[in-house]
């Protein structure tokens, strides 16, 4: 079968990368052309986004792509942009960005839970949106803001999308996270904006995943090389949204299975996908989440610490002199027994950037037991927290859910990570399978692929050619370790 090739834009909180996806009827392949860091930057009083250098970047990526499609022969069909969620810039009449947008991890909207709460009661928050009570999420951010008058919010997405189109959207998967979109009707909770004293078209409008944002604006299609008809498609923008649709999860003889995912990177991601959304009080003091998924799905998940713990550690060693690398710490910490100190991954006093070995450690101190200081003691500390958590995170989401996992599907940076993944089998008693690496792009670009016809059906096709297209990793729960 003839194949198409469509553009990739993906960016996480510490490096983002353009890639090239080629589709065809059986199979769907990335070739990275572009690749940077991210990070949040302490800038104007605050943890920021440098969203100016960051779309340098993608404008950057964007040439690479048309010249790499250009020497194939190719021509590129559609592009699509996912990133973290959460997090927007403010945009005035004129269509600029009045400020580079905030981080999640700037403390600002810490003190800003009770007011918006004294408006809004939790519960009725949670009824309505569904959203697991996380003090970044966008409402909270938003409650911080002193002068909206005559602004638009758009989520990074679709700030990208908006300075590649000149159209303003909101992507519906992603409009799932700021906390003010009813997850039923799949509708801005607008009543809830007002009550806010946010202005009613605070957000641009829903658009959703497969739709056509608009096409490129002449003078960005002259700077990188493509032709101005090529179009921007609205993906899962939210990048967990794009990471569950390529979960190599069903058909063949799986079949009959249900599977829960953990999509892990920066953040754990560790839930179910579902028809419709859970609002029960259990729910909601479970903590859990009714994200929108690609296709209506709900992620019915809770976002739980992650890799950032690991990450944040080798800054710190790394300032420190010392640079261990991955593989060589991840075998130390695999040597080591099993038993140790844990931690709560999900601790907010893990969420802002700082010495994260000494926080580890301290946490440890706090519960009468000792960690020790050395880089292989804290890898493994780490992993067992996080497996320990995923596992009591799938029990929980069976519980709500009223749901029996068979499979857990590790996608993302960590299904690379062979003792995180044993680990995770050996706590949750269930078969794990490991990979694709890259489940957010795939995701990506196979909803684009879909949106030009490539192929048709819904999650379960999507999710056939990422089966057959990866090689999988499987672990087995090895009881002698429990
Ligand atoms: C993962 C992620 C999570 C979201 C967090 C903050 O990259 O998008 O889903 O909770 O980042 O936006």
Redesign the pocket.
């Known amino acids: 079968t003839a194949g198409a090739v469509f553009a990739a834009v993906d960016i996480?909180?510490s490096s983002g990368r353009v890639i090239l996806g080629r589709v065809t009827g059986s199979e769907v392949t990335l070739e990275t052309v572009h690749r940077f860091p991210n990070g949040v930057v302490e800038l104007d009083g605050g943890l920021r986004w440098d969203f100016d250098a960051l779309f340098g970047e993608v404008l950057a990526g964007l040439a690479a792509a048309a010249r790499v499609a250009g020497e194939h022969g190719e021509s590129i069909a559609s592009i699509g942009i996912d990133?973290?969620?959460?997090?927007y810039g403010l945009v005035n009449a004129a269509g600029e960005l009045t400020a580079q947008p905030f981080s999640?991890r700037d403390d600002r909207s810490r003190a800003a839970v009770a007011p918006v709460h004294r408006k809004l009661d939790p519960a009725r928050l949670y009824g309505t949106t569904g959203l697991q009570f996380?003090q970044?999420n966008t409402l909270y951010q938003l409650a911080t803001e002193r002068d909206l008058d005559g602004l638009q919010a758009l989520l990074i997405p679709d700030l990208i999308a908006f300075f590649l189109t000149g159209q303003r959207r909101t992507e519906s998967t992603n409009a799932s996270?700021t906390g003010l979109f009813d997850a039923v009707a799949g509708e801005w909770a607008t009543g809830f904006l007002t009550a806010l004293g946010l202005p009613k078209d605070l957000f641009p409008p829903l658009i959703e995943p497969g739709e056509t944002v608009g096409t490129l604006l002449p003078e960005i299609a002259a700077r990188v090389g493509l032709p101005a008809s090529t179009t921007v498609v609205a993906v899962g923008s939210?990048?967990?949204a794009s990471a569950v649709a390529a979960v190599p999860a069903g058909p063949s003889a799986a079949d009959a299975e249900t599977f829960a995912y953990i999509?892990s990177?920066?953040?754990s991601?560790v839930g179910l996908e579902l028809d419709h959304p859970v609002l029960t009080e259990a729910s909601r003091a479970a903590n859990f989440t009714n994200?929108r998924g690609v296709d209506g799905t709900i992620r019915y998940l809770r976002?739980m610490g992650g890799l950032w713990l690991l990450s944040e550690c080798q800054r710190t060693w790394a300032a420190e002199g010392h640079t261990p690398e991955l593989t060589d710490l991840l075998a130390a910490a695999a040597a080591l027994p099993p038993g140790g100190p844990q931690i709560n991954p999900d601790d907010s006093a893990f969420i802002a950037p700082d010495n994260m070995p000494e926080r580890i450690r301290a946490t440890v101190r706090h519960t009468g037991d000792i960690l020790p200081d050395n880089p292989a003691a804290i890898t493994r500390c780490i992993m067992d927290s996080l497996a320990t958590g995923y596992a009591r995170t799938i029990a929980d989401a069976e519980r709500l859910a009223d749901r029996t996992v068979d499979v857990v599907h590790i996608v993302g940076g960590g299904s690379q990570n062979r003792l995180l993944c044993q680990l995770t089998a050996d706590t949750t008693g269930k078969k794990v399978v490991a990979g694709p690496v890259e489940a957010t792009a795939v995701g990506n670009v196979l909803v684009q692929a879909r949106a030009a016809g490539h192929i048709s059906g819904g999650l379960t096709e999507l999710r056939r050619l990422v089966v057959s297209s990866h090689e999988l990793q499987t672990f087995s729960p090895q009881l002698s370790r429990l």
């Open positions: 996480g909180a990133t973290w969620a959460v997090d999640y996380l970044f996270t939210h990048d967990t999509s990177g920066t953040w991601l994200e976002n």
